[in-house]
């Protein structure tokens, strides 16, 4: 196991992202005694219990720890000097979180990336708060490198029927969205070949303007920027990236065509 020696791993478990795969299947494949809290169980989410958190504790005979490549892009490693049900119930209650405008919002915090943005957006007062009786938290990276976020562990355990306590502020929000597009603007650099900051800037806020929000909307318009040059400029073919009565996907396939097939 990279990154953590026996001690350490005596006091981890691994939290699984039920909505990425299977885990509760992978989870009895790779250890045949293994301590486990689904998340949604006994929550307003137990109707989702398909895609629900998985925490385990794996046994002494786990074969979970070898099979790392399979799950560190779907999972977190927490480690507190706790029980799991004390750690599963204080998880529970940071499933939603509050929002600055007073709403409620889904924390996937057991998503790498996103644990990876949240404890950046922390300071440590907060991170403490947060991690109740965690005190550590672990996320592999794209590149395989294993993220550290330390707390003292020594904070308030909260229960599920206290979801929602935890408050998002203006800042963490702020945070937490320039976080996600700066790694959203190196993956479309990728994605294009394009190193150019500025031009990957300019294309996301082109198609922004155009009503186009999501990642994959986003990738597609700037990919046929790309690939067609100043043609995406024609007046016709805005026309149809604008049309307001067709939805969104439509929009760029029709524009596709066009300028695929020389119409524009």
């Known amino acids: 196991m990279i990154g953590l020696d026996e001690t350490t791993r005596a006091k981890a478990c691994i939290l699984f992202d039920g909505a990425l795969f299977d885990a509760p299947r992978f989870i009895y494949e790779h250890d045949d005694q293994p301590e486990l809290e689904y998340l949604f ?15 385990v504790k794996p046994s002494e005979g786990t074969r979970l720890w070898r099979a790392q490549s399979e799950w560190r892009n779907k999972a977190i490693i927490l480690v507190s000097d706790n029980s799991l049900p004390l750690v599963a119930g204080h998880l529970r209650s940071l499933l939603s979180v509050q929002m600055p405008d007073g709403g409620f919002s889904y924390l996937r915090y057991y998503a790498p ?6 404890m950046s957006a922390l300071n440590e007062q907060e991170r403490a708060r947060f991690s109740g009786p965690v005190r550590e ?70 198609a922004t303007a155009l009503g186009f929000r999501t990642e994959k909307e986003v990738s597609r318009y700037a990919e046929l920027a790309v690939v067609h040059g100043e043609r995406i400029k024609l007046a016709e073919i805005r026309t149809i990236l604008s049309d307001s009565e067709l939805s969104t996907g439509a929009r ?13």
């Open 41 to 55: 169980l006994g929550t307003p989410h137990e109707a989702a219990m398909g895609v629900t958190p998985c925490l």
């Open 113 to 118: 990336r996103q644990l990876t943005r949240l």
């Open 137 to 206: 938290w672990l996320a592999f990276q794209p590149d395989g490198e294993l993220s550290r976020f330390d707390s003292d562990g020594s904070q308030l355990a909260r229960n599920a029927l206290e979801e929602g306590w935890f408050l998002l502020t203006e800042n963490h929000v702020a945070v937490l969205s320039q976080s996600a597009r700066h790694e959203f603007v190196e993956k479309l650099g990728r994605f294009l070949d394009i190193t150019d900051r500025a031009r990957l800037e300019q294309l996301i806020n082109e």
């Open 252 to 264: 760029l396939q029709a524009a596709d065509n066009h300028l695929a097939y020389g119409v524009a």
